[in-house]
């Protein structure tokens, strides 16, 4: 990203730190609810883009709404999703790049905190951004962010030095403002406290742009949106010239539809649901506002029967009569029999006959049902462009919306499961051309690793399937084991083999499939292991506790309990590891010993059996 906004992995430890004395983030969500309130907009779904620790996210979060993080530095998102885990909240956190983000779905507004845009150091790039702001928002919303003004970059920071001393942290920032490129360099250079009393050094060296007001008005007008406003931060007085840091708000047109997309938008039939149109030209049906607020529509897992067919009688053969000729009955008359014409007939009775099947009926009925039920999933789902980095062809992926995702419940190795449609079904991309398969967002390969693939996996590929849009768990583990595959092909880290072999685990337990679910668990815990000990990166967005209880997890899941009980000790201890993660390991721990008590009891008189 664009001006070292990929914070290292000890300026993210610290961030909070340095920013708790010049932001207080529960003001500046007050303020960005009255920009709601002087807008008319009543959001649902907000995403925080360069969401860094997640502070704001977080207290958006605990008032109600539905955040989405996205942020382009692993460890930013490791330290925003302890906190969020920490206080119990359901927040989606995403591992991308501001100028090149992808959502599931739509979004109510886009905010963009703490000078995060300055970073953007070229006009193309922030375009993108605009870009994509004005795609994901629905029509009505705003994208709104604050700026470093020019005069804060030139004048206040610009040239000057600042330090703070402190018993934990440190530092001394240098700067230095260049008028021709309106380029400002922070050089920092930070004094952090160790556990044993002494100081680690570490630098950084970052670099914002100066932009000025009349470029995000010509922005926010060559990229679609309605209007533009600006006012002094926190305020909504006008900008003076020695206002340091400026607050926009850009408003898409509420008839306006996304850039790209068909003009064609209709109703429903569905109540609550309105066809808009969709993701870069793809139809795409949104949730409104007041249903999301109730949890979305909700779709049953059973069928129920026709109650014609429990409460009428059905006609019963008579096999007596009709062996005897039509020879006359004597039976009660049914008034509301439509039938009943006809008893003088000798016909018996006819109480409960259909004039059609109603086994047809019944049949219609759950096929009727069936099809509304997949209809419904398939609303949550749209088709996202994968472009290969292998062959360069396109392929349209299945991925779900991030507006229908519905938790119900969360395993203690961190499985989410979801009300259908699980995103796990869908967290590979793949191409159907040249047979490369990864992660989503995990698509860059060098030269070499391109060739690996031609060499080993693309010479011999035949793919002659057409995949249904919605995903099976069969055809998930069959995709996902060609990721597995290609990541041994390509040399990836054994971390990244892991989490594909993990959940792979957990797609054999959504099949119900023990034994395989123990063969890949077992395999995902070799990799993290290994990537444990030897890879110094932040893995699947886990800090270090939280791979160490999921390491811990894993050795109980494969039936290792006395390595898992070490592995749970060790986050307990560890003085540094967060509130959340310790109680997780203590109610782990508390299990894993009583079934090791409970199998010790029972040794005796198993060695009793065996010996007759």
Not at 255 to 272: C, H, P, V, W
Not at 415 to 425: F, Q
Request: glycine share 8%.
């Amino acid at each position: 990203m664009e001006g070292n906004l990929v914070y290292s992995g000890m300026f993210a430890k610290v961030y909070d730190s340095l920013m708790a004395g010049g932001v207080s983030y529960p003001d500046y969500a007050d303020y960005v609810e009255r920009i709601f309130k002087a807008s008319e907009l009543s959001p649902r779904l907000i995403l925080d883009l360069g969401c860094g620790t997640g502070s704001l996210s977080i207290e958006m979060a605990k008032r109600g709404y539905e955040m989405i993080g996205v942020d382009n530095s692993v460890h930013m998102l490791s330290e925003a999703r302890a906190k969020a885990l920490d206080l119990g909240l359901d927040i989606m956190f995403l591992h991308q790049d501001m100028a090149e983000f992808e959502l599931f779905g739509t979004v109510d507004s886009i905010i963009s905190a703490t000078d995060s845009l300055n970073y953007i150091l070229s006009q193309e790039t922030l375009g993108k951004v605009f870009k994509l702001a004005n795609i994901y928002l629905n029509p009505g919303g705003i994208f709104m962010f604050d700026l470093n003004s020019g005069y804060k970059l030139k004048t206040v920071l610009g040239d000057n030095v600042f330090y703070e001393i402190s018993e934990d942290v440190s530092y001394v920032w240098q700067n230095s403002y260049d008028d021709e490129t309106g380029l400002c360099r922070f050089d920092l250079t930070f004094f952090v406290k160790n556990p044993d009393d002494a100081y680690d050094r570490f630098d950084e060296i970052h670099t914002q742009r100066s932009i000025s007001s009349r470029n995000i008005f010509s922005l926010s007008k060559g990229y679609g949106f309605e209007s533009c406003a600006e006012y002094e931060h926190m305020s909504f007085n006008k900008p003076k010239v020695n206002t340091e840091r400026i607050f926009y708000v850009n408003k898409k047109s509420k008839g306006s539809q996304s850039l790209n997309m068909s003009e064609q938008s209709k109703k429903s039939k569905y109540t609550g649901l309105q066809e808009q149109s969709g993701m870069r030209g793809q139809g795409e049906l949104r949730e409104q506002s007041e249903l999301r607020g109730q949890g979305g529509l909700h779709v049953q897992s059973g069928l129920q029967e026709q109650s014609e067919l429990h409460g009428q009688g059905r006609l019963h053969e008579q096999d007596e009569l009709r062996g005897q000729g039509g020879q006359a009955v004597d039976f009660t008359q049914n008034s509301d029999d439509v039938f009943k014409e006809l008893y003088s007939f000798g016909i018996a009775s006819t109480s409960g006959v259909s004039i059609y099947d109603n086994k047809q009926k019944e049949k219609k009925t759950i096929m009727d049902q069936s099809i509304n039920a997949e209809t419904m999933i398939k609303r949550s789902l749209y088709e996202k462009t994968f472009i290969c980095p292998v062959c360069r062809k396109e392929s349209k992926l299945p991925t779900v919306k991030s507006s229908s995702l519905r938790i119900i419940s969360r395993d203690s190795d961190f499985m989410v499961n979801y009300k259908d449609p699980s995103p796990l079904l869908y967290f590979i991309s793949f191409c159907r051309f040249c047979g490369f398969a990864a992660q989503q967002g995990k698509s860059s390969l060098t030269e070499n690793q391109k060739k690996a693939v031609r060499d080993r996996i693309s010479r011999c590929w035949k793919f002659d399937k057409a995949y249904p849009m919605i995903y099976t768990p069969d055809i998930a583990i069959e995709i996902h084991k060609l990721a597995l595959f290609n990541a041994v092909v390509i040399g990836a880290k054994e971390s990244a083999r892991a989490i594909i072999s993990l959940h792979i685990g957990w797609l054999y337990r959504m099949k119900g499939d023990e034994e395989n679910e123990k063969i890949f668990l077992s395999t995902a815990l070799e990799g993290l292991s290994f990537a444990y000990e030897n890879e110094t990166a932040a893995i699947a967005g886990l800090d270090k506790n939280s791979l160490q209880y999921l390491i811990g997890d894993l050795h109980r899941r494969t039936g290792k309990l006395e390595d898992a009980l070490k592995w749970y000790r060790t986050v307990m201890i560890d003085r540094n590891a967060k509130f959340a993660i310790k109680e997780m390991a203590r109610e782990q721990r508390d299990l894993v010993t009583e079934q090791l008590n409970k199998t010790e009891q029972e040794q005796p008189a198993i060695e009793m059996v065996k010996r007759g």
